[in-house]
């Protein structure tokens, strides 16, 4: 008799069980569990089966959901990251390829804050764009023009780049002719009707398999035979088209980047390659190891602040952290100032001071007052 199951016992063992179970939320830490595990040792008829659903609610606590995995971020390795001046194409070709490999198995992954690395990326880019239009904010002057301005304000020239580096960074792939459009007013170059066929051509030359670098160079050399004035138009779709290459959903935002770099003159003077220069291909080749191994690097760095931010989320009490949260992953910078359904200004800035003190986020304004965070 005693090796028949006692079918009825098993199962109101593991009803207990599961009560016990449900009754526990979901945010209990372990020592929670193990308090409630003491207060039902009581019922010792059911303890095999009171284990096993012990076990299986201590497994939910440790083990992080699917979202929440850490990625490991891609390094570039140090002989692909240029270092001194290269003259040899191929050398130059082959450093681009396995930075921009790595480059790609990040993105591929889609990390839960790639947007706020992309758009990071963007305001890199909008930075390094001031020089060609004559102007002199660097990226702390374009975040505050953005986050800062008053609602219904027109950003100005200076923030309209940024606007158009953040409208590729954030908007999925291909874009279409009336995108194009935009974004060219909003880098301050006229329309020609030339540019109405980029579009297509950049599909064209995607569709014929060059490498991407490759390709990136022609469509900057074709924007500069359209108008030899339109450089920051050149570089806007060269990063367009590298990522349309490598099969990305969103462009992630590399050569603009390194415009100004200085591994990428050339000439005994040491000139700047501009798009439709002899140089020029050479120089996009070089942007690209370059900027996916600087692309790498921030990833690394934001990564590691977001983890920290995930971590202390169970700490933060206020109603809408979850949304502050997700513009924290999902942007680049948000103001301190920032109101929704569930956050008045008041409740906005102690739940930064909250974060800051966690150390989970960064006061990026370096002021005491209208301050701006992010990862």
Same mark, same amino acid.
């Given at each position: 008799?005693?090796?028949?199951?006692?079918?009825?016992?098993?199962?109101?063992?593991?009803l207990?069980?599961?009560?016990?179970?449900?009754?526990?939320?979901?945010?209990?830490?372990?020592?929670?569990?193990?308090?409630c595990?003491?207060?039902?040792?009581?019922?010792r008829?059911?303890?095999?089966?009171?284990?096993?659903?012990?076990?299986?609610?201590?497994?939910?606590?440790?083990?992080?959901?699917?979202?929440?995995?850490?990625?490991?971020?891609?390094?570039?390795?140090?002989?692909?990251?240029?270092?001194?001046?290269?003259?040899?194409p191929?050398?130059?070709?082959?450093?681009?390829?396995?930075a921009?490999n790595?480059?790609?198995?990040l993105?591929?992954?889609e990390?839960?804050?790639?947007?706020?690395?992309?758009?990071?990326?963007?305001?890199?880019?909008?930075?390094?764009?001031?020089?060609?239009?004559?102007?002199?904010?660097?990226?702390?002057?374009?975040?505050?023009?953005?986050?800062?301005r008053?609602?219904?304000?027109?950003?100005g020239?200076?923030?309209?780049? +940024?606007?158009?580096?953040?409208?590729?960074?954030? $908007? %999925?792939? /291909?874009?279409?002719?009336?995108?194009? &459009? #935009? !974004?060219?007013?909003?880098?301050?170059?006229?329309?020609?009707?030339?540019f109405?066929?980029l579009?297509?051509?950049?599909?064209?030359?995607?569709?014929?398999?060059?490498?991407?670098?490759?390709?990136?160079a022609?469509?900057?050399?074709?924007?500069?035979?359209?108008?030899?004035k339109?450089?920051?138009?050149?570089?806007?779709?060269?990063?367009?088209?590298?990522?349309?290459?490598?099969g990305?959903?969103?462009?992630?935002?590399?050569?603009?980047?390194?415009?100004?770099?200085? +591994?990428?003159?050339?000439?005994?003077?040491?000139? $700047? %390659?501009? /798009?439709?220069?002899?140089?020029?291909? &050479? #120089? !996009?080749?070089?942007?690209?190891?370059?900027?996916a191994?600087?692309?790498?690097?921030?990833?690394?760095?934001?990564?590691?602040?977001?983890?920290?931010?995930?971590?202390v989320?169970?700490?933060?009490?206020?109603?809408?952290?979850?949304?502050?949260?997700?513009?924290?992953?999902?942007?680049?910078?948000?103001?301190?100032?920032?109101?929704a359904?569930?956050?008045?200004?008041?409740?906005?800035?102690?739940?930064?001071?909250r974060?800051?003190?966690?150390?989970?986020?960064?006061? +990026?304004?370096?002021?005491?007052?209208?301050?701006?965070?992010?990862?």
């Amino acid at each position: 008799m005693d090796a028949i199951v006692d079918f009825g016992r098993v199962f109101r063992g593991i009803l207990h069980g599961f009560e016990a179970y449900q009754n526990t939320s979901d945010k209990a830490s372990l020592p929670d569990i193990k308090a409630c595990r003491q207060a039902v040792r009581k019922k010792r008829d059911y303890w095999p089966e009171l284990h096993i659903a012990f076990m299986l609610l201590e497994m939910n606590q440790q083990l992080p959901p699917a979202s929440h995995v850490t990625i490991a971020v891609p390094r570039v390795p140090a002989w692909a990251t240029p270092r001194a001046r290269i003259d040899d194409p191929v050398a130059s070709a082959y450093m681009a390829g396995s930075a921009l490999n790595a480059l790609d198995n990040l993105v591929q992954a889609e990390p839960v804050w790639s947007g706020a690395w992309r758009h990071r990326l963007a305001l890199k880019a909008a930075g390094a764009c001031m020089k060609l239009i004559g102007r002199t904010e660097d990226e702390a002057a374009l975040r505050d023009t953005w986050l800062l301005r008053q609602s219904g304000d027109e950003p100005g020239p200076a923030g309209n780049v +940024l606007a158009a580096w953040r409208r590729l960074a954030g $908007r %999925a792939l /291909p874009p279409a002719t009336d995108d194009l &459009q #935009a !974004v060219t007013a909003l880098l301050g170059v006229g329309w020609s009707d030339g540019f109405g066929d980029l579009i297509d051509v950049t599909r064209d030359e995607v569709r014929s398999g060059a490498p991407a670098p490759v390709i990136a160079a022609r469509i900057a050399e074709a924007v500069m035979r359209e108008d030899p004035k339109a450089e920051i138009l050149a570089w806007w779709l060269a990063d367009c088209a590298l990522s349309w290459r490598m099969g990305w959903r969103h462009a992630v935002p590399i050569l603009g980047v390194q415009i100004h770099a200085p +591994l990428l003159r050339s000439g005994p003077e040491g000139r $700047r %390659a501009r /798009p439709g220069s002899d140089a020029f291909k &050479q #120089a !996009v080749f070089i942007a690209s190891a370059l900027g996916a191994a600087e692309a790498c690097r921030l990833a690394a760095d934001i990564a590691a602040q977001a983890e920290r931010l995930r971590a202390v989320v169970p700490k933060l009490r206020s109603k809408a952290a979850g949304d502050v949260v997700d513009r924290l992953l999902g942007d680049e910078a948000v103001s301190g100032t920032l109101t929704a359904k569930n956050l008045s200004r008041w409740a906005s800035r102690r739940l930064f001071d909250r974060l800051i003190e966690l150390g989970a986020v960064r006061e +990026l304004g370096g002021r005491s007052t209208f301050r701006i965070y992010g990862l």
